[in-house]
């Protein structure tokens, strides 16, 4: 008896073990044994995005992110530093390098990469200097000089978005806050957690951040565009990591670049005395009813179970391939399809607008069911969701999942919605399935 106790055990530690993996695709696998060294396109002068330390070695919130990738998917990763961020970007143009760890996606950039999604976001704000300009947006910004790091996302940003700024382009995150320093410019842009780690080193005095931009650093990772099942696979392993390690990796690099001092002591100060007179109350409750005990542990693990469960949703629909789209109530004639349509299924966005196009990419055994349904609910004026298969254009299958709102739009009903790519979901119901019958077994 000990032993068949023993052995289910085993099983069902192996079982965890396996369904907890990475899972990949054969073509995601076989490109990686087809790829296995990559060349990693490095800024060496960023902190503490990535940079070299004393030693030379690579280092960094990027290079701990790098680190894992390659324990989970068993390949090497070799840094290649051209001699700024300018020539960085270049060779990624050119196909000399096969992944960039840390990149911002910009449509400049959208023509010739492709992105994993965010794995780090901070916001983009404005640096001054004591006794000059205090802007404290991008309006205070025009009329002044603003210094940015040399063809990093801000300097993208502003000199597409605010064509008429006086921006001074400089070579790193040091040169631009020594600028700032000397009087030779007014204001910095620049991403709060570089900005706030190259001032302590630095030791500058009399500068701060004066205000904050719309944007916010979304930090990726990007491939060449002709790789983009590398960034798929990328995705899958950020997805993969878990929350104790995420929060490692950033408590290390930048878990002091907010100061929440104040918010501490304020709360010490007036926080505590009630806290302390809830906890009296607690006491007195609990000992008068000794059954609150358990309602409490209850609920705390109900309460831990929902976080689980949102982290896992949280992290399934990020991963997710969506098109936005318009149509036509009368003929369900797309007016409007977002530009991810023509990379997740390959037709042109032109073909999306004819008429009667949605018809060629429904899969035949699925064209009459969704079509009835569609036109049933439309006629009752409900929103509604369908999922159903599509072909692409290269005769491939997908599983997609179409929410549909009615809105009026001026004087005519439209329907617009949102097509979710679902067939890893559906790919992974499917397994789960399969282990549950089997462990059952």
Not at 154 to 162: A, D, G, I
Not at 189 to 210: F, H, I, M, P, T
Request: aromatic fraction near 8%; proline fraction near 5%; hydrophobic fraction near 45%.
């Amino acid at each position: 008896m000990p032993r068949l106790s023993a052995m289910l055990l085993l099983a069902l530690l192996t079982w965890t073990a396996t369904a907890g993996a990475l899972t990949l695709t054969d073509e995601e696998r076989g490109w990686l044994k087809a790829h296995p060294q990559l060349r990693l396109g490095i800024d060496a002068s960023w902190p503490p995005f990535e940079y070299r330390d004393e030693e030379g070695r690579y280092q960094g919130l990027a290079a701990d992110y790098i680190q894992l990738i390659q324990e989970r998917l068993s390949i090497t990763l070799t840094p290649v530093e051209p001699a700024s961020w300018t020539a960085v970007l270049e060779d990624a143009k050119q196909g000399k390098l096969d992944l960039l760890p840390g990149i911002m996606s910009t449509p400049e950039r959208q023509s010739y990469m492709a992105f994993t999604r965010p794995y780090l976001d901070f916001p983009i704000v404005i640096l001054a200097h004591a006794g000059g300009a205090q802007p404290r947006n991008l309006k205070d910004l025009y009329g002044i000089k603003v210094a940015v790091v040399e063809n990093y996302a801000p300097h993208e940003l502003l000199r597409t978005q605010h064509p008429d700024l006086n921006l001074v382009a400089l070579p790193n995150i040091s040169s631009a806050l020594q600028a700032l320093a000397t009087d030779e410019v007014d204001a910095v842009v620049g991403d709060l957690a570089s900005s706030v780690w190259s001032l302590r080193q630095l030791k500058l005095e009399g500068l701060y951040v004066s205000g904050e931009t719309p944007y916010r650093y979304q930090l990726a990772m990007g491939v060449p565009r002709d790789s983009k099942i590398l960034a798929g696979i990328l995705d899958k392993v950020l997805a993969d990591l878990s929350a104790e390690e995420i929060s490692a990796i950033q408590q290390h690099w930048v878990g002091s670049v907010l100061d929440h001092r104040t918010f501490w002591s304020d709360v010490l100060m007036y926080g505590l005395p009630g806290l302390l007179l809830l906890v009296t109350v607690l006491a007195v409750v609990i000992r008068i009813n000794r059954r609150l005990s358990s309602e409490i542990s209850r609920r705390v693990a109900l309460e831990q179970e929902l976080r689980r469960s949102e982290y896992h949703y949280r992290s399934l629909v990020e991963s997710l391939s969506a098109i936005a789209w318009e149509a036509r109530v009368s003929d369900f004639t797309y007016s409007y399809v977002s530009p991810h349509a023509e990379a997740l299924l390959g037709y042109p966005l032109s073909h999306w607008l004819i008429p009667g196009f949605w018809r060629n990419i429904i899969h035949p055994a699925d064209l009459t069911r969704a079509q009835a349904f569609c036109d049933h609910e439309v006629q009752a004026g409900r929103d509604h969701s369908l999922d159903y298969r599509v072909i692409t254009a290269d005769g491939r299958c997908l599983w997609v999942r179409d929410i549909v709102s009615l809105i009026e739009h001026g004087h005519e009903p439209v329907m617009r919605g949102l097509m979710i790519d679902i067939s890893e979901t559906k790919q992974t119901e499917e397994a789960l399935r399969l282990s549950e019958q089997k462990f059952a077994s």
